[in-house]
């Protein structure tokens, strides 16, 4: 069972940055596409942005041009680096498959921006 491991989030100013990391065991990573997705209390998990296993990336307009997605095959790990936070922003992010059938979700790691 791939086992899901999001970190990297915290406590941050407005117009602060965070880099979060998505892991896991073995290369099923690699072979993937791999979507970051967030959720605020009382609201729906919303999909980020995405990466294919090609590097080809996507996002939600609520975001471009300050959250970049990348990945590193090697270490088996997405990364989401986050720029120019807003108090919107604050959520619990998790990583997972953009689309279809889901792997068991992880904790996600809580990401909180400060006005």
């Known amino acids: 069972q791939v086992q899901l491991v999001e970190s990297g989030g915290g406590l941050v100013q407005g117009g602060g940055s965070l880099r979060l990391s998505c892991a896991t065991s073995?290369?099923?990573?690699?072979?993937?596409?791999i979507g970051w997705f967030r959720q605020a209390p009382g609201k729906q998990r919303e999909l980020v942005c995405t990466?294919?296993?090609?590097?080809?990336?996507n996002y939600a307009d609520s975001v471009k041009g300050r959250f970049t997605i990348s990945r590193d095959n090697a270490a088996n790990t997405v990364y989401l680096q986050m720029n120019s936070l807003k108090p919107e922003d604050s959520a619990v992010y998790h990583c997972?498959?953009?689309?279809?059938?889901?792997?068991?979700w992880g904790q996600g790691t809580q990401v909180t921006v400060s006005s």
């Open positions: 997972n498959l953009p689309a279809g059938a889901k792997w068991k």
């Open positions: 990466i294919t296993s090609g590097g080809y990336t």
């Open positions: 073995g290369t099923i990573l690699s072979t993937n596409a």
